[in-house]
């Protein structure tokens, strides 16, 4: 009776790997990853982490030969007290607010009626039409800007909330979105819907949505941080400052109050910047699983 004994060598084809190496390189991997997402994080927040420690320098450590990031003497209550005092910018803060909050509620009524019929609808050119939905990605506010602006001012509406907004009511990219997230929502729920007597503007609002609040918080972040930041249309429509938006405001507040002082520049930059963050950080959550599950099928 012949006895075969197993080799206690690991054979060429590599099938016999060890444990302690799968081990060892799934560590590697893992610490090169998160090495570079480390340091892409690093290099994104370092400008806001300059800013918010120029923010509470004093102008001699700001043009100081020898760098240093942390100030050996704050001058934070100056920075700020002359930033609130010199501009309102509350006020630009609040504008941002009324802004961003009428644009996007805005937008929310028109592209989710208009994404759920190009996604559950069946109706002659619905290809087409979401075909031109696509080119309207491709066409930048600068485009239609003159003909918008002869158009605001022959009715006498520049100078106003309604003339920052207007151009941005109906968005592409939020119709875009939103198809894509309702494709992955189920036929079986809509046709149940129906069936039990509920009209499509009914099956839209009550069932729908309350569904998409992850692409809806999605689309919100980009709505918002887009909105907020916007310098051009603005800078076109608004001579006002009382009516400035944020980059409007700051730009007022550098060419007329702030001369060299970068200490209060940044410090108004850091008050108009705070309201993004807190927003992200409030619904950064929701974000991630808009981003992740939309165009899940």
């Given at each position: 009776?012949?006895?075969?004994l197993?080799?206690?060598?690991p ?16 560590a ?32 001699a ?52 009626p208009?994404?759920?019929a ?23 506010i ?50 149940a819907?129906?069936l ?31 909105h ?43 008050v ?5 963050v ?20």
């Amino acid at each position: 009776m012949d006895t075969h004994l197993p080799s206690p060598h690991p054979s060429p084809g590599g099938r016999g790997r060890s444990p302690v190496g799968t081990l060892a390189r799934r560590a590697a991997t893992l610490f090169v990853v998160h090495g570079i997402l480390i340091a892409g994080a690093v290099f994104i927040l370092l400008p806001f982490v300059w800013m918010l420690i120029t923010s509470i320098k004093s102008p001699a450590e700001i043009f100081a030969v020898d760098f240093s990031l942390w100030p050996k003497h704050f001058n934070a209550v100056e920075n700020y007290g002359f930033a609130l005092q010199k501009v309102p910018l509350l006020r630009f803060a609040a504008n941002g607010v009324i802004v961003c909050a009428g644009i996007l509620l805005i937008q929310l009524l028109v592209a989710i009626p208009c994404a759920y019929a190009l996604a559950k609808l069946r109706f002659p050119g619905r290809t087409a039409l979401f075909a031109l939905v696509l080119m309207g990605l491709c066409i930048p506010i600068q485009v239609p800007a003159l003909p918008l602006y002869m158009g605001l001012a022959q009715v006498g509406l520049l100078n106003t909330y309604f003339a920052i907004m207007m151009p941005f009511f109906s968005s592409v990219f939020a119709i875009f979105l939103f198809r894509q997230f309702f494709r992955s929502y189920p036929d079986e729920i809509i046709h149940a819907a129906r069936l039990d007597g509920m009209s499509e503007f009914e099956i839209v609002w009550l069932i729908v949505v309350p569904s998409a609040w992850p692409a809806i918080a999605a689309f919100s972040v980009f709505s918002i941080v887009a909105h907020w930041n916007d310098l051009y249309w603005p800078l076109i429509v608004i001579s006002d400052t009382h009516l400035a938006t944020p980059p409007l405001g700051m730009m007022f507040f550098a060419d007329a109050e702030t001369g060299s002082n970068y200490g209060a520049l940044t410090a108004a930059a850091t008050v108009l910047t705070a309201p993004l963050v807190v927003a992200f950080l409030i619904a950064r959550r929701r974000f991630i699983e808009g981003i992740t599950m939309t165009g899940i099928k």
